[in-house]
Every structure is written in structure tokens, then in C-alpha cells.
Nanobody
Framework: QVQLVESGGGLVQPVGSLRLSCAAS????????MGWYRQAPGKQRELVAR???????DYKDSVKGRFTISRDNAKNTVYLQMNSLKPEDTAVYFC?????????WGQGTQVTVSS
């Protein structure tokens, strides 16, 4: 099993920035892909960004050019740098780790973008 702990969420004004961190522990050797998902009230959970062990990345179209995902395999940590934040980015952000067919999730961290 894998345990994921997110940090870095908070309240920020539009066009501001936040950096989310996710630390993995447990059976970390088997983790292949890590990513960030988000869920806003009344909406389905959606992929924000993901990164493979070798550094390949994938982003939701609406965050391209604003968000950057990175991964430190030595520290078993994935980051999400969020710049130029918009009110529509407000959501609970969840860290995800993929182990072939098994997904592990963190507890979520709230990001609120408001003036």
C-alpha cells in the first residue's frame, strides 16, 4: 500500500501562485505515475496534471502554461506549481499515485482563489 500526504493549499487572490507538495510513503518502489486531480463542488474529479517516473507529463488544457508538475524520485515527492491562478481553479486538489491497476489517493488540500 501507498500513503500520500498533500500540503501547500490555501487562499490566494487571482493571478497569485501556490505550490502543492505530495509526499509518498509505503510501497513507493512500485509507483509508476503520480499526478494531481481536483474536484470542485458539483463537478466530477478531473485530472490536472500527471508525471511518469521518467518525467513525461500531461496537463489539462485549461492549466497548460500556468501549472507545472514535477517529481523528485529520490524524495518520493511530486509538486504542482500553480501560477496565474483563476477563480475557476478553486477546488480540493488530490494527489494520486498509480500502481499499474491500483490508484492511491491523498486526503486532499483545499485551494481557494478569490479576491
Amino acid at each position: 500500500q501507498v500513503q500520500l500526504v498533500e500540503s501547500g493549499g490555501g487562499l490566494v487572490q487571482p493571478v497569485g501562485s501556490l505550490r502543492l507538495s505530495c509526499a509518498a510513503s509505503g510501497s513507493i518502489f512500485s509507483i509508476k505515475t503520480m499526478g494531481w486531480y481536483r474536484q470542485a463542488p458539483g463537478k466530477q474529479r478531473e485530472l490536472v496534471a500527471r508525471i511518469s517516473k521518467d518525467g513525461n507529463t500531461d496537463y489539462k488544457d485549461s492549466v497548460k502554461g500556468r501549472f507545472t508538475i514535477s517529481r523528485d524520485n529520490a524524495k518520493n515527492t511530486v509538486y504542482l506549481q500553480m501560477n496565474s491562478l483563476k477563480p475557476e481553479d478553486t477546488a480540493v486538489y488530490f494527489c494520486n499515485a498509480l500502481q499499474v491497476l491500483v490508484n492511491y489517493w491523498g486526503q486532499g488540500t483545499q485551494v481557494t482563489v478569490s479576491s
